[in-house]
C-alpha cells in the first residue's frame, strides 16, 4: 500500500484530502467527524468578525438527471463568535495532532486586523492559515473576499502583512472570477505566500423560478449573485490549477479545490500540480464518509501504478499541458465506427451533418443493413461524433498518418516570417 501521507509547504497530514473551508467545517463537531471518517485535514470556516446569515442560502443546479451537477451559495464567513471557533480549534487540534487543521481568515484589508487575527488564531495551534480573498460574495461588498483578491496589489499586500507576524505557513486562497488568475497568484508569491489554494466559488444565479419569477434562491422574494461550486466547475478549476502549476514565476505549492467528487479527480488534479486537494460539495451532497471511496480508490490506483507515494503524482501532466500555438497541427486523428458495437441510433451522423463537417454517410451495406460510414478524408477528428454516441465502444477515434513532418502553429510563422522577412510577431500562447 502506497504512502498517501502529503507535506503542503510545512502542513503535514496523512492523506491529500481535506475538507475546504465551508459549512461542512463550521464547528468542531464536525471537523472531529470528518477525521474520524478518514479526512487527512480541514481548512476551518473563515474566521473574522462574525456576521448575520440569511435564510435560505443554497441552491442546486440539476441536469438531465443528476442531482447536485453544480451547486450555489450566498452563505457567508462564520456566524459564530471567535472565541467560540478558537476554543474548538485549540480541542480538535489537541485530539488530533497529526491531522492538518487550517484556519481560514477573512478581515478588512489593515495591517492591524490582520496581525491581531493571525495572533490569536495562532495561540490556539493551528498548523497554517488560509487567506480568503476568494469568497464572492456579502463580503466582497465590504472590501473582503474577493474584493481584495481581484486587486493583485492588495493580495500582495496583504499577504505581506500576514507573513510579518505568522508563524504558520500561509497558503492564499484565491478567487476565479478574474481574468488571469496567474496575475493574482504571482502577486501572493511576491508578498511572501507559502502556498496557494485555487479555486473558491464562481460568482452565480442559481436560477430563476418560472412559476413565482423569484430568483433561486430568494429570500422574501429578493435575491443576490452567490458563489458557484460542485461538479460543473472542476474543468474551470482544473485548467486554473494547471495554469498556476506551469508559470515560472508560481514558485509555491497548490491546494487544488473545484468540483473533486472521485478518487479520479483528486489524481487529475494531482497530476496538474497538485501537492493536497480540497472538497466541499461532494461532501456535503453523500457526507463525510465518502472520503473512505476515495482513499481506497486512491491507494489502489497508487499500486495499479507501481508508485510507492502520492506525492509522486503531483504535477508529473503539466508539462503535457501548452500553448495553443505549440501544437502539432499535422498531428490527425479520425473517426471509426464499429458496427458491431453501432446500434443505429444516428446521433453521430445528424450532430456531424448539423453541427460540424458532414462526413458520416448512412449507406445499406450487402446484407442490406443499414450502416454508417464515416469518410475519413473529410474526417477532422473533432471528436464530436464520440463523444455524443451512446453505444460504448461503437466509435474509436484513431491516429493516421498524415504524412507530414510535425509543425506548430509558432514554426509555421517563424517560417513564413523567415521566407517574408516581414512576418515576426505572431506566436500564439
Same mark, same amino acid.
Given at each position: ?5 502529503? !507535506? ?37 470556516? +473563515? ?5 448575520? =446569515? ?7 443546479? /440539476?441536469? =438531465? ?13 462564520? !456566524?459564530?463568535?471567535?472565541?467560540? =471557533? ?38 490556539? %495551534? ?33 499577504? #505581506? ?59 422574501? &422574494?429578493?435575491?443576490?449573485? %452567490?458563489? #458557484? ?9 482544473? =485548467? ?17 479545490? &473545484? ?15 497538485? +501537492? ?5 460539495? $461532494? ?15 486512491? /491507494?489502489? #490506483? ?5 508508485? $510507492? ?15 495553443? %500555438? ?12 464499429? @458496427? ?7 446521433? *453521430? ?15 445499406? /451495406? ?11 478524408? !473529410?474526417?477532422?477528428? *473533432?471528436?464530436? *461524433?464520440?463523444?455524443? *454516441?451512446?453505444?460504448? %465502444? ?22 513564413? &516570417?523567415?521566407?517574408? &522577412?516581414?512576418?515576426?510577431?505572431? @506566436?500564439?500562447?
Amino acid at each position: 500500500m502506497a504512502d498517501l501521507s502529503i !507535506d503542503l509547504a510545512g502542513i503535514k497530514s496523512p492523506n491529500p484530502f481535506w475538507l475546504a473551508s465551508a459549512p461542512p467545517t463550521n464547528t468542531g463537531y464536525q471537523v472531529q467527524r470528518a477525521f474520524e471518517a478518514g479526512w487527512g485535514g480541514a481548512v476551518w470556516k +473563515t474566521l473574522g468578525d462574525p456576521i448575520i =446569515n440569511t435564510s435560505s442560502r443554497f441552491a442546486a443546479v /440539476n441536469f =438531465n438527471g443528476q442531482r447536485v451537477a453544480g451547486f450555489n451559495n450566498i452563505e457567508l464567513i462564520t !456566524d459564530r463568535p471567535l472565541d467560540v =471557533n478558537l476554543k474548538e480549534i485549540y480541542e480538535t487540534k489537541k485530539r488530533f495532532p497529526n491531522h492538518a487543521v487550517v484556519a481560514s481568515l477573512m478581515v478588512e484589508p489593515t495591517q492591524e486586523k490582520w496581525h491581531e487575527i493571525v495572533k490569536r488564531v495562532e495561540d490556539v %495551534g493551528v498548523d497554517g492559515l488560509e487567506l480568503n480573498f476568494g469568497c464572492p460574495h456579502g463580503m466582497a461588498e465590504r472590501g473582503m473576499g474577493a474584493a481584495s483578491g481581484q486587486q493583485p496589489d492588495l493580495v500582495e499586500a496583504q499577504t #505581506y502583512w500576514v507573513k510579518e507576524v505568522a508563524t504558520t505557513p500561509v497558503i492564499v486562497k484565491l478567487t476565479p472570477n478574474i481574468t488571469d488568475i496567474t496575475v493574482t497568484a504571482r502577486h501572493a508569491v511576491k508578498g511572501g505566500a507559502d502556498a496557494i489554494s485555487l479555486i473558491n466559488t464562481i460568482n452565480s444565479l442559481a436560477g430563476v423560478d418560472i412559476h413565482s419569477w423569484n430568483t433561486i434562491p430568494h429570500i422574501g &422574494g429578493k435575491g443576490a449573485h %452567490g458563489g #458557484y461550486c460542485g461538479p460543473a466547475v472542476k474543468p474551470i478549476a482544473l =485548467n486554473m490549477v494547471a495554469e498556476c502549476a506551469r508559470h515560472p514565476e508560481v514558485t509555491v505549492p497548490i491546494s487544488g479545490i &473545484g468540483g473533486i467528487s472521485t478518487w479520479q479527480d483528486v489524481v487529475e488534479f494531482m497530476l496538474m500540480g497538485s +501537492t493536497a486537494i480540497q472538497v466541499c460539495t $461532494a461532501a456535503m451532497h453523500h457526507g463525510f464518509r465518502i472520503v473512505e471511496e476515495m482513499i481506497d480508490g486512491l /491507494n489502489n #490506483y497508487l499500486d495499479e501504478k507501481g508508485l $510507492a507515494s502520492v506525492t509522486e503524482l503531483t504535477g508529473k501532466s503539466v508539462s503535457k499541458y501548452s500553448n495553443w %500555438g505549440d501544437l502539432n497541427l499535422n498531428y490527425k486523428v479520425v473517426a471509426r465506427i464499429n @458496427e458491431d458495437n453501432c446500434i443505429n441510433c444516428n446521433k *453521430c451522423h445528424i450532430a456531424c451533418e448539423d453541427t460540424s463537417h458532414q462526413c458520416i454517410d448512412m449507406l445499406t /451495406n450487402a446484407e442490406g443493413k443499414a450502416i454508417l460510414k464515416v469518410r475519413e478524408e !473529410d474526417c477532422v477528428g *473533432c471528436n464530436l *461524433c464520440s463523444i455524443v *454516441c451512446p453505444a460504448e %465502444g461503437a466509435i474509436d477515434m484513431v491516429e493516421v498518418d498524415s504524412g507530414l513532418p510535425p509543425m506548430t502553429w509558432n514554426e509555421r510563422q517563424r517560417v513564413v &516570417g523567415s521566407l517574408s &522577412g516581414s512576418y515576426s510577431k505572431a @506566436e500564439v500562447v
